[in-house]
């Protein structure tokens, strides 16, 4: 290494990057995650330019609220880059968030998790868009390998494992073993077709139009796998607009109904690791009966979805310790230890 690109690097941190589709989590070497906010940019457009307004919490806290001048967008869409110019500038700002504004001397080594269904032009467009933001050199992993390290699955050992990270664009199913993935397979289902289920639902039964921040709420408070055994359970007021009348209205809704909601892209997870359990090897599925299946990602959090997976593959399911930064604590450790680098690519 030069003596110019040692002293660009002097100081600098080499930072994991979990970049969601949902929320973005940044782990710094030696210091675990500093950051963990929405994967949301806000654009302000003045005389015909564009300039970036607010990116992360600001942003989230702007969607479906935008005069026409100002648009909160998701530059990730299903687990990939849909608009690589926002995401260039959500990453960058992001950097220097971590680093402080003395990012002059800060080119750190950055690795970035991916979708494993991702394509070579979409796994450019990450490794450019980090280049791009100020990185020495970008490395990536594969989401559930990450997941799975995040989750302490012994993914060294010649012992299969099973892990199924449910994220905000897809769902990665993933049999591990021996640093490597036995098989795989991307259901591009998660979070967001869950929210939008949710809308749907509601548009259609009380003629209700919900916003995307109101679905997602509901979601995470009362989101439920299986239909309560009175097939009530709790219910819940929701307001919106009422598409008959045109006027902001109330109603209420159970989790028999938020249940019945999200029966179709629960349904489409299941079926992915059905598809997978089908795909595995004989001995790797013997150890799968043994280790059983792992659950991460924010979609792990569904009340009653390890029980429903449970039901429906025979197996046992178990929920992560922490599902929500298994994927970054995971793209981290893969960083610090010699043992993970294997695990690591350069395109």
């Known amino acids: 290494m030069s003596f110019i690109s040692k002293l660009f690097r002097f100081g600098s941190h080499n930072m994991a990057i979990d970049l969601g589709t949902a929320n973005t989590l940044v782990y710094v070497q030696d210091q675990g995650i500093v950051l963990n906010e929405p994967s949301v940019v806000a654009l302000e457009t003045l005389n015909g330019i564009k300039r970036v307004k607010a990116v992360g919490v600001d942003a989230k806290m702007m969607m479906g609220k935008t005069p026409d001048s100002i648009e909160a ?5 299903d687990g990939v880059i849909a608009d690589i110019e926002v995401a260039e500038h959500m990453i960058k700002h992001f950097i220097q968030k971590v680093h402080g504004k003395r990012s002059i001397f800060s080119y750190p080594e950055i690795v970035i998790c991916v979708p494993s269904g991702s394509t070579s032009v979409e796994r450019r467009a990450i490794r450019d868009a980090a280049s791009n933001a100020g990185a020495s050199q970008v490395l990536l992993i594969v989401e559930p390998m990450a997941a799975a390290i995040g989750a302490d699955i012994p993914v060294t050992e010649p012992v299969g494992s ?28 998660g979070g967001d077709k869950m929210d939008e289920a949710i809308v749907s639902y509601v548009r259609r039964h009380h003629n209700l139009l919900i916003g995307e921040t109101t679905a997602e709420r509901i979601k995470k408070d009362f989101g439920i796998a299986v ?31 938020i ?4 029966s179709e892209p629960i349904s489409t997870i299941v079926e992915g690791v059905r598809i997978a359990l089908e795909n595995t090897a004989p001995e790797l599925a013997a150890d799968i009966v043994d280790q059983g299946i792992v659950l991460t990602g924010g979609g792990a959090l569904i009340a009653g979805l390890d029980a429903h997976l449970r039901e429906e593959t025979g197996l046992p399911v178990s929920v992560a310790e922490d599902p929500l930064t298994c994927v970054a604590i995971g793209t981290g450790r893969a960083m610090e ?3 993970f680098r294997g695990v690591l690519m350069t395109a």
């Open 73 to 77: 967008i998701r530059p990730l869409r």
């Open 259 to 262: 249940a019945e909601a999200l």
């Open 227 to 257: 239909a309560p055994p009175d097939g009530i359970g709790h219910t819940i007021q929701i307001k919106g607009r009422d598409l008959v009348n045109g006027v902001p209205k109330e109603i209420s809704i159970n989790q028999g109904q």
């Open 162 to 189: 099973m892990v199924v990270d449910i994220g905000g664009g897809t769902t990665e199913v993933a049999v591990l073993s021996l640093r490597g993935l036995a098989y795989t397979t991307s259901v591009r289902t």
């Open 337 to 339: 230890d010699p043992i």
